[in-house]
């Protein structure tokens, strides 16, 4: 891979708008960045990671944020993407961090510890599973089914049309259900 | 997961749950984004000072050496940071450099070896330990004490009790209960004394909970900072628990830190042992470590500032650095290449153990600790603090050190065999110098101890336990009845007959390599005693002539060892491991594996007639039948297409169904392969006269790799296997995802062999290879899934995973004998196992002499 960068202090820096610009950036769309990546990457680390790198990416490459368009969308999208990309650099599962997770509480009817051992064991094999998508199909994927956005919403967020997202999602569906049933035993269908 | 739960739907939307439910705390949310705007910004703000620009990746690889050594400047840090983010080959530069190097350490301090004094302690508790199995059972079953587990001695702003009805304020003095949940508020501090009379200091935020179990106190940290200075006790630990750690200590200062991105631990007197997941790590004053790569290193200055008492604190770290490199200088017992002892053994000894005498050791570190107490005014009024613990300390040390002086460098336990019995132990070693006499007779006389000192001349006048002491050596016995031999194995050491037994020309052959702690059985006579010896004369078992077992110090490295020795070329199951070789079915197992145990053995066909000899007519009649049932025969259709190594693992998850893996090498796949498909058609066809569907073998053809996968057509009846025959190996497991990732471990040769951690784990002998091996790394798997399973049992789940430590047992195959080595301490576990067997042998005539 090439690539040429100029060190912050010469071209590009920090935006033109300032740092207090940029802050209010961070401020106003941090959350959402950082939940979705959390749910993707399993744990607040690598979500942390995920969250600063979009950050340093969007100072890096916009002399102007304006430029953008729909900054929080851009960064949204590429919170997911970078997350991904990290779950599939992993070596080996990191496996879930549940410290920073809230958990059902003893009393919660909620609680059942066999289920969510069961879910987070499938949980995990999911988002490495996810990793190994097409990109698209990835972003897609975790946009319908991790964010619970609904199929025309997709579809204006990436610029397509609710066909290519409905066919995209059950082809997509279909393979990880193959695969599924190959990595934990599971009957044919 | 339950096996109705298998559709591949319905799994999948309990995935989807998994990952989506996820939902992080609003806390760590906060403190990941205040992390992450600090650096932006930091780096923003230093980027301004910064120019120059870097071209391409070979630009960013320059930088990786000084980025790695955080030399470099935050701005171009985080340039370099976020394209190895974005850049593989970048990321392989920078990872192929760190390579070498394990887990960072947050600060580059050696955990320098034991002091000797110390390593003696551990030795004495190993021995008590072993002498008192029922007074552990106590201390590990046992229930805690009611009443309060801490009191509040001081409190300087507001401390509360967190309850389900909110928060409630807690008082100065006031106690706290098993596992009440406290918490301090922002500006404040306490000082606590747990019911141990250990001290906490606690700074602002922290929250914190304590309870206890049999003589165990748990302090839980869920956040904050603590200062513990733990009180000398005589049983039990203080543990401080975190969700990512546990520290377990005996008398010591320390500060734990716990935040969100992980715990800071940090060591001002004393050893402490951080256990995370099944690592543990010992740390010694001015030490420091950290749960995670993200918590930054911090000095011990900063690190307990916040204490009233942090001036204090700091003196005496430095005078016991100073101490603790003093005490380093005093060197152990060099190894033993003869024992004169072996001469005066009694001549039917069926167990002998040897350790070297301590003594000089011990008197050495004492003088250097007397020597420091003196300068050191700070040691002094450390030392002093607990006046009682000190002076007990000291009266044992010298003691230990007197009687010492009169010693050889080696003691040694008998216990001979008296009448096809074992009898009483013999306790001996060598004098070296006038005196011991007059010596033990103060002794005795000042403990008003139930002893007779004899000197073998004239009436043995008193009872209890008698000190023999004669021609240069002492014996310490019970029995009288053995103090005719003792005599004269003491007056002409040149005539005993041990010497010229097979079991004394062993242990001669053992010493003769150099001897640590060494503890030797003749099994022949010990199997004699025990009766099954004919049960073991088909296996080849009975073949063998002692077992010895030796803890020995090579370097800095503590060696545990075993071997038996057999009359002969072993035979039978007993020859079945091989002599060391490579093992290639060990190089589908990954790093990640929790278990491993893999074997070179000899030819499978003749293993399966060995299997034949020890096993009765009525098995050859039954195996007969099914061989013309399935018109196969075991021995030359599976056995014989076969070859000589294979492996066993746990490598992955445990859950919803153990990934399991057998590797064995096939030197006929093909044969194998229709055999398998003959033994499903039996199968299939005994299931259909039962009303069933049988078992069907499918094989699939992908990308040049043929897969094959052994499954039930009847719903539920028995889990899938799939296998591929792989490089002369069959590579098995639950999954097809199980054993590809088995194949890609060995295509990319990551596998367990060549990690760095099983390395360290590997004992250092002469070998380059084993025969078999045993490889567990199981402890943080099995305690994260009790504590999945059972959230209210955090303790139990800790203990097991601090049992289970990781650990390689190798061992090795020669002509006519059978070799083991470890690090783990598997001394101790041979002298749990032979301690009974002493017990239990003891004489119906010994018994009688007793009463």
């Known amino acids: 891979m090439q690539a040429t960068m100029t060190v912050a202090g010469a071209s590009p820096g920090p935006p033109p708008g300032g740092l207090p610009d940029f802050e209010q950036v961070f401020l106003a769309h941090h959350e959402r960045v950082l939940r979705a990546a959390f749910r993707i990457a399993g744990n607040m680390s690598d979500a942390e990671d995920v969250l600063q790198t979009v950050f340093l990416r969007l100072m890096r490459n916009s002399n102007d944020l304006t430029a953008v368009g729909d900054v929080g969308n851009y960064l949204y999208r590429a919170g997911i993407n970078a997350a991904v990309d990290l779950v599939r650099s992993r070596k080996h599962d990191s496996g879930l961090s549940t410290d920073d997770m809230i958990l059902p509480a003893s009393g919660d009817p909620a609680w059942d510890p066999a289920r969510l051992q069961e879910s987070s064991e499938l949980g995990q094999w999911l988002r490495h599973a996810v990793s190994q998508l097409h990109p698209t199909a990835a972003e897609m994927f975790v946009l319908r089914y991790f964010e619970g956005y609904e199929n025309p919403e997709i579809a204006r967020m990436m610029d397509t049309s609710e066909g290519t997202v409905a066919v995209t999602l059950h082809r997509t569906r279909t393979r990880l259900q193959n695969d599924i049933r190959s990595a934990f035993g599971g009957r044919r269908q | 997961m339950k096996l109705s739960d298998r559709n591949p739907e319905t799994m999948l939307n309990r995935a989807i749950e998994g990952v989506s439910g996820a939902q992080p705390d609003p806390a760590a949310v906060r403190e990941a984004a205040r992390r992450a705007w600090s650096r932006i910004a930091e780096g923003s703000r230093f980027g301004e000072q910064d120019t120059g620009s870097v071209h391409g990746c070979a630009g960013f690889q320059s930088l990786i050496p000084d980025f790695q050594n955080r030399s470099l400047s935050p701005a171009r840090a985080l340039l370099v940071q976020d394209h190895l983010n974005e850049c593989v080959v970048c990321r392989k530069f920078a990872q192929a450099r760190l390579a070498p190097a394990a887990v960072p350490n947050v600060i580059a301090m050696p955990v320098r070896s034991a002091a000797p004094w110390r390593k003696y302690a551990v030795a004495a508790a190993l021995l008590v330990a072993v002498g008192l199995p029922s007074y552990w059972a106590w201390e590990n079953l046992g229930l805690s004490a009611d009443g309060p587990r801490a009191t509040v001695q001081r409190l300087d702003g507001v401390m509360y009790r967190v309850t389900s009805a909110g928060l409630r304020p807690v008082a100065s003095g006031e106690a706290l209960n098993e596992a009440e949940i406290v918490r301090t508020g922002a500006g404040a501090k306490a000082v606590l004394r747990l ?5 906490v200091e606690v700074n602002e935020r922290a929250e914190f909970s304590v309870s206890a179990r049999a003589s165990d106190t748990t302090l839980r940290l869920e956040r904050g900072a603590i200062i513990v200075q733990a009180a000398k006790r005589r049983s039990g630990h203080l543990y401080v628990a975190s969700s990512d750690s546990r520290v377990s200590v005996t008398g010591t200062i320390f500060s734990v830190n716990r935040g969100v991105a992980g715990s800071r631990v940090s060591v001002v007197e004393g050893e402490v042992r951080v256990e995370q997941g099944s690592e543990t790590r010992v740390l010694r004053p001015g030490d420091q470590t950290s749960t995670h790569a993200s918590v930054g290193a911090s000095s011990l200055v900063d690190e307990i500032s916040w204490s009233e008492r942090s001036n204090e604190y700091l003196a005496l770290l430095r005078e016991i650095t100073a101490l603790t490199q003093k005490l380093d200088s005093v060197h152990m017992p060099g190894l033993r290449y003869a024992s004169r002892l072996l001469d005066v053994a009694p001549s039917s000894t069926v167990v002998f153990a040897s350790i070297p005498n301590l003594g000089q050791v011990l008197g050495e570190a004492h003088t250097v600790f007397e020597n420091q107490l003196r300068q050191s005014p700070v040691l002094r009024a450390w030392w002093q603090k607990n006046p009682g613990m000190s002076a007990e300390i000291e009266q044992a040390i010298t003691k230990i050190r007197n009687i010492s002086s009169y010693l050889g460098d080696e003691i040694a336990l008998a216990l001979p065999m008296r009448a096809g019995f074992r009898d009483d132990p013999v306790i001996f070693a060598e004098v070296k110098r006038e005196g011991l006499r007059q010596f033990l007779e103060r002794e005795v006389k000042i403990a008003n101890a139930p002893f007779t000192i004899w000197d073998g001349v004239g009436p043995l006048n008193g009872g209890g336990t008698i000190v023999l002491l004669r021609g240069g050596y002492v014996a310490i016995l019970e029995n009288p009845d053995d103090l005719r031999e003792m005599v004269q194995r003491f007056d002409s050491p040149a005539a005993n007959p041990f010497s010229a037994t097979p079991f004394g020309k062993r242990l001669r052959d053992a010493f003769a390599q150099g001897a640590g702690m060494l503890l030797a059985g003749d099994t022949e006579r010990l199997s004699t005693m025990s009766g099954v010896q004919q049960e073991m004369q088909s296996s080849g078992f009975s073949d063998a002539r002692s077992v010895i077992i030796q803890q020995k110090q090579v370097g800095s490295e503590v060696q545990h060892s075993a071997s038996i020795s057999f009359a002969g070329p072993r035979r039978g199951i007993a020859s079945w491991i091989a002599r060391s070789a490579p093992v290639g079915s060990l190089t589908y197992v990954s790093p990640e594996a929790q278990v491993a145990v893999s074997a070179v053995v000899k030819n499978p066909a003749e293993m399966f007639d060995d299997v034949l000899r020890v096993t009765g007519s ?23 297409a076969l070859g000589g190594d294979a492996t066993f693992a746990l490598d992955g998850a445990l859950l919803p169904v153990p990934s399991w893996k057998f590797i064995v090498e096939v030197t006929n796949p093909s044969l194998l392969q229709r055999s398998l498909e003959r033994v499903a058609a039996e199968m299939t066809r005994e299931a259909v006269k039962q009303g069933g569907k049988g078992v069907e073998v499918v094989s699939q053809t992908e990308d040049g790799q043929t897969w094959h996968t052994f499954r039930s057509l009847d719903v539920n009846r028995m889990p899938e296997m799939h296998y591929v025959f792989h490089s002369g190996y069959l590579v098995a497991g639950p999954s097809r995802s199980v054993v590809q990732k088995a194949l890609q471990t060995r295509n ?17 002998d002469r070998d380059t290879n084993f025969s078999a091996l045993v ?11 009790m504590r999945a399973g059972s959230m209210g049992n955090a303790a139990g789940a800790d203990d097991l995973a601090q049992a289970l430590k990781p650990m390689v047992i190798t061992a090795y195959g020669g002509a006519d004998s059978l070799e083991f080595s470890s690090k783990a301490n598997t001394l101790h576990l041979a002298m749990q196992m032979l301690l009974p067997a002493m017990v239990h042998g003891t004489s119906p005539e010994r018994v009688a002499y007793r009463k």
């Open chain 2, 775 to 785: 490889y567990q790394n199981a402890g943080g798997t099995i305690s994260a899934l």
């Open chain 2, 618 to 640: 009525e098995f050859l009649k039954e195996l007969k039948e099914a061989e013309t049932q399935l018109g196969l025969r075991v021995r030359d259709d599976i056995a014989s």
């Open chain 2, 195 to 199: 019911r141990d009379g250990s001290t």
């Open chain 2, 748 to 764: 990319s040769r990551t596998y367990l062999t060549r990690s760095q951690h099983f390395l360290d784990l590997l004992p250092r």
